[in-house]
């Protein structure tokens, strides 16, 4: 027998496609993806701060040898789990998906904005640091993109315009 439905399959897809689109925006996959945002950052500012920047940089150009980058992706999926404050099986769920996703935009980011070579040119430790953070702040802009407000980071030396336009 043949199921008959009121809507097009069209219509059914475009809905549940906005529908997963308004749910990836929610506050819950936000604190989720911000905590997997900075487990990532700690453990990678942390093995800078070690002196390991040559390990973070084959890291984010994937091309670190394997055992190093289950090192680091246990590092941070312990992190994170900490950083959740869940419990069993439901804590390894999110973990597994989450992590994933974060990573993948980040080394989106790290590939079109070049960010790679700008670690490579800076040695010390506190420049790497900077632009890990710098790393960061793309990355979440990526993730939760602020649509329809306008709103942008502006440097610190801007010049701001002295009255509100009209």
Known sequence: ?????????????????????????GRLFQKAARSALDAVQEVLRAEVQKGNLQLVRDFLADKALPAARALLLERMTARLLVRLGLRGVLASNVVGWILPVVLEQLLKVVRKTGALDRLREHATVQEALLRLDELKQATWKRIAPDHGTGAEVLPDETELPRQLPA
């Not at 043949?2 to 069209?10: E, M, R």
């Open 1 to 25: 027998m043949k199921k008959i439905s009121l809507l097009p399959h069209f219509l059914r897809t475009a809905g549940h496609l906005t529908g997963l689109a308004a749910w990836q925006t």
